[in-house]
Antibody
Framework: QVQLMQSGAEVKKPGSSVRVSCQASGGTLSTFAISWLRQAPGQGLEWMGG????????KYAQKFQGRVTFSADASTSTAYMDLSSLRSEDTAMYYC?????????????????????????WGIGTRVTVSS | DIVMTQSPESLAVSLGERATVNCRSS????????????LAWYQQKPGQPPRLLISWASTRESGAPDRFSGSGSGTDFTLTINNLQAEDVAVYSCQQYYSFPYSFGQGTKLEIK
């Protein structure tokens, strides 16, 4: 069973950047996508986007476009999320989650067409605090 | 983008009773080509990450107790917890994976009365 191990808590100054890592154990990144999500204190879950590590293909939620970058290192089965220009509103718990490759129901399938699937394994979360 | 709306925001139910959480999507999440509803339910206990309970609106995940069930189709869905146990205290969230960006309901906090 794949487990996702995330890096430790971070405290950052406004305007700076943060990198969160997510390492898969018990499996590799080759057969699934990794989503990144966040949850502000007392709030619901927010999907930031994801990466298909074997292809390096990324998808970003419009809200975060231009400020977040996803990457992956297949040799270490590790995915990364870089968030820049941090502000206090970015204070949240950040999660990575796995989505297995599913099936495509259209006639012409792009890589992300195989990932209309639920997230079945989640990392424990990384708390990021942005404070001056 | 698809907006997910849950009700109620919180509820308190007695041990052994039934809890019902509702979820509505702003557009249908039913894929007519395979007749599947692209909806999941997650349970999140304090200090823990979400745990997948139900996928495809009604398929219970391995390890999820059979007192949890999901129903509904199209835009209206329900999570039902029968015979409520103390360990079921948590926040329950629905999520659509019909289209990107994935989106979640705001969560329903379940407590013991």
């Amino acid at each position: 069973q794949v487990q996702l191990m995330q890096s430790g808590a971070e405290v950052k100054k406004p305007g700076s950047s943060v990198r969160v890592s997510c390492q898969a154990s018990g499996g590799t990144l080759s057969t699934f996508a990794i989503s990144w999500l966040r949850q502000a204190p007392g709030q619901g879950l927010e999907w930031m986007g994801g990466i298909i590590p074997v292809l390096g293909s990324t998808k970003y939620a419009q809200k975060f476009q231009g400020r977040v970058t996803f990457s992956a290192d297949a040799s270490t089965s590790t995915a990364y999320m870089d968030l820049s220009s941090l502000r206090s509103e970015d204070t949240a718990m950040y999660y990575c989650a796995k989505t297995d490759r599913g099936f495509c129901t259209t006639t012409s399938c792009t890589p992300w067409d195989y990932f209309y699937i639920y997230m079945d394994v989640w990392g424990i979360g990384t708390r990021v605090t942005v404070s001056s | 983008d698809i907006v997910m709306t849950q009700s109620p925001e919180s509820l308190a139910v007695s041990l052994g009773e039934r809890a019902t959480v509702n979820c509505r999507s702003s557009q249908s999440v039913l894929n007519s080509s395979n007749n599947k509803n692209y909806l999941a339910w997650y349970q999140q206990k304090p200090g823990q990450p979400p745990r997948l309970l139900i996928s495809w609106a009604s398929t219970r995940e391995s390890g999820a107790p059979d007192r949890f069930s999901g129903s509904g189709s199209g835009t209206d869905f329900t999570l039902t917890i029968n015979n409520l146990q103390a360990e079921d205290v948590a926040v329950y969230s629905c999520q659509q994976y019909y289209s990107f960006p994935y989106s979640f309901g705001q969560g329903t906090k379940l407590e013991i009365k």
